[in-house]
């Protein structure tokens, strides 16, 4: 995974660009009808029930704006909200509370989302032992927001991106020339290049499992559209040599299932690429 450095970047880059997307040479609705000096206040109001995430990046973003900016917080990202909940109140600068609004609602929502779809699957995996972890479906731009909030409900993080960690999946593999032929050519260019990574293999039956088990560098096979029987099969032949992730048309209906067949992972698109935003509003106080 990335560093907690690098992930600040990126941060950081997204806020900067985002005030660049939506106020660009000026926010002229605001500058036209209040005046410069004006303060005000407003409140974070939240019209649906859920998973509250993406507060602590809503200060970051009114303080990147203006350092002065109070922010009184009632809400944590992580805690369970439902219709009426207050989640912050932010005082200051009239002008810069317009200014940071849009961007604020627009993350909020979307990390909201995220982190409820989440927190569904982990307790529908409560118990089994098996994490949920998302994938790289993100929206181009924001993957480091969606991953934060995939963390806030309480699944974890798959790679951030392809630097991260190598990913050998079917075109891979078929490009490579076959399965050994992949795994030989990423071994040597990793230790050629003095890269540590970690190496994910994706198995398409139970033959490449066993194919892939011969290799001693593996650290998760990936069981992409298994059935349930082949599953556990997999499970079964894999022990404790390394790691399973399965995925492929998984869902609310069968997840459970997949996870007592006993994999480590379930890892899901859905959990960024098929979301609709918690309903949330900034209101004058």
């Given at each position: 995974?990335?560093s907690?450095?690098?992930?600040?970047?990126?941060?950081?880059?997204?806020?900067t660009?985002?005030?660049?997307?939506d106020?660009?040479?000026?926010?002229?609705?605001?500058?036209?009808?209040?005046p410069?000096?004006?303060?005000?206040?407003?409140?974070?109001?939240?019209?649906?029930?859920?998973?509250?995430?993406?507060?602590?990046?809503?200060?970051?973003?009114?303080k990147?704006?203006d350092?002065?900016?109070?922010?009184?917080?009632?809400?944590?990202?992580g805690?369970?909200?439902?219709?009426?909940?207050v989640?912050?109140?932010?005082?200051?600068?009239?002008?810069?509370?317009?200014k940071g609004?849009?961007?604020?609602?627009?993350?909020?929502?979307?990390?909201s989302?995220?982190?409820?779809?989440?927190?569904?699957?982990?307790r529908?995996?409560?118990?089994?032992?098996?994490?949920?972890?998302?994938?790289?479906?993100?929206t181009?731009?924001?993957?480091?927001?969606?991953?934060?909030?995939?963390?806030?409900?309480?699944?974890?993080?798959?790679?951030?991106?392809?630097?991260?960690?190598?990913?050998l999946?079917?075109?891979?593999?078929?490009?490579a020339?076959?399965?050994?032929?992949?795994?030989?050519?990423?071994?040597?260019?990793?230790?050629q290049?003095?890269?540590?990574?970690?190496?994910?293999?994706?198995?398409?039956?139970l033959?490449?499992?066993?194919?892939?088990l011969?290799?001693?560098?593996?650290?998760?096979?990936?069981?992409?559209?298994?059935?349930?029987?082949?599953?556990?099969?997999?499970?079964?032949?894999?022990?404790?040599?390394?790691?399973?992730?399965?995925?492929?048309?998984i869902?609310?209906?069968?997840?459970?299932?997949?996870?007592?067949?006993?994999?480590?992972?379930?890892?899901?698109?859905?959990?960024?690429h098929?979301?609709?935003?918690?309903?949330?509003?900034?209101?004058?106080?």
């Open positions: 995974m990335i907690k450095e690098q992930f600040e970047k990126e941060i950081e880059l997204i806020i660009n985002g005030i660049r997307e106020v660009g040479s000026g926010d002229y609705s605001s500058l036209a009808c209040i410069e000096s004006a303060n005000g206040g407003a409140k974070l109001l939240v019209k649906d029930n859920g998973v509250i995430a993406g507060v602590a990046l809503a200060e970051r973003i009114f990147h704006l350092k002065n900016i109070q922010f009184n917080l009632y809400k944590s990202d805690e369970d909200v439902v219709y009426g909940d989640v912050f109140e932010v005082f200051g600068s009239s002008q810069t509370i317009l609004e849009r961007l604020v609602l627009n993350a909020m929502q979307r990390m989302a995220i982190a409820t779809k989440t927190a569904e699957y982990v529908l995996l409560q118990g089994t032992g098996t994490k949920i972890l998302d994938t790289r479906k993100t181009p731009g924001i993957r480091a927001l969606e991953k934060w909030a995939v963390v806030i409900g309480g699944g974890e993080n798959h790679r951030f991106a392809l630097y991260d960690m190598v990913m999946k079917d075109n891979h593999i078929d490009f020339g076959g399965l050994h032929q992949a795994i030989d050519k990423t071994t040597s260019y990793l230790k290049h003095d890269l540590d990574l970690k190496i994910i293999v994706e198995a398409r039956d033959n490449e499992v066993s194919e892939i011969k290799h001693h560098n593996i650290h998760r096979i990936l069981l992409d559209n298994f059935s349930l029987e082949d599953t556990l099969k997999a499970v079964e032949m894999v022990g404790n040599q390394t790691k399973t992730e399965s995925s492929g048309g869902n609310e209906e069968n997840m459970r299932a997949y996870a007592e067949c006993g994999v480590n992972y379930i890892s899901s698109g859905a959990l960024t098929s979301i609709y935003n918690l309903d949330l509003s900034l209101k004058a106080i």
